[in-house]
């Protein structure tokens, strides 16, 4: 069974940092583009940044510079390391596989981490 | 960026009836546009790719068409547990975006 988990969410303060990871099972990590998605408590789904197989990165404007995707395949795990928190930033952050490998659209989904941004 | 936009934002219908979801996007998608079903307190799933395609595991009273700016996501007869919020998402252009979301309830 295909899984993804992830770890790392809590409580920071503004301008404070959280590592984010996402560990993957059930399938080969390395074949796979991989995603991070955020969504505020009773909000919309926010596409956050990307990781493609060959290392390339692609973030969403709010969160470049601030914000690091980076990926493990020896430990199929993927990482979100998020500086210079915001209160914006709050959120529920999902990662998500790319369908079929390299498609953009995310499939399946983890169950999410919680990150609370306030002082 | 590529704004989408649904509606309707919120659907009530009884079981059994069909409901229809629109998704309009600010310029050509070609048919990279995908529905993700999340139903309350879960994760999203994924639903429909690439505008028509259904995902694994997804019944059939799912549907998607539409190509170009206007997509449609139909579920021809509404179950209890298709009580959800609906997104859309694009794949055209970076930053990847989603609609706001349509809610279905039901009656």
């Known amino acids: 069974e295909v899984q993804l988990v992830e770890s790392g969410g809590g409580l920071e303060q503004p301008g404070g940092s959280l590592r984010l990871s996402c560990a993957g099972s059930?399938?080969?990590?390395?074949?796979?583009?991989m995603h991070w998605v955020r969504q505020v408590r009773g909000k919309g789904l926010e596409w956050v940044s990307g990781?493609?197989?060959?290392?390339?990165?692609y973030y969403t404007d709010s969160v470049k510079g601030r914000f690091t995707v980076s990926r493990e395949n020896a430990k199929n795990s993927l990482y979100l390391q998020m500086n210079n928190l915001r209160v914006g930033d709050t959120a529920m952050y999902y990662c998500?596989?790319?369908?079929?490998?390299?498609?953009?659209?995310?499939?399946?989904w983890g169950q999410g981490t919680l990150v609370t941004v306030s002082s | 960026e590529i704004v989408l936009t649904q509606s309707p934002a919120t659907l009530s219908l009884s079981p059994g009836e069909r409901a229809t979801l629109s998704c309009r996007a600010s310029?050509?998608?070609?048919?990279?546009l995908a529905w993700y079903q999340q139903r309350p307190g879960q994760a999203p799933r994924l639903l429909i790719y690439?505008?028509?395609n259904r995902a694994t595991g997804i019944p059939a009273r799912f549907s998607g068409s539409g190509s170009g700016t206007d997509f449609t996501l139909i579920i021809s007869s509404l179950e209890p547990e298709d009580v959800a919020v609906y997104y859309c998402?694009?794949?055209?252009?970076?930053?990847?975006?989603f609609g706001g979301g349509t809610k279905v309830d039901i009656k």
């Open positions: 998500a596989r790319a369908h079929g490998g390299k498609s953009n659209w995310f499939d399946p």
């Open positions: 059930g399938f080969t990590f390395s074949n796979y583009d």
């Open positions: 990781i493609e197989t060959t290392g390339e990165t």
């Open positions: 310029q050509s998608l070609s048919n990279y």
């Open positions: 690439d505008a028509s």
């Open positions: 998402q694009q794949r055209t252009t970076w930053p990847l975006t």
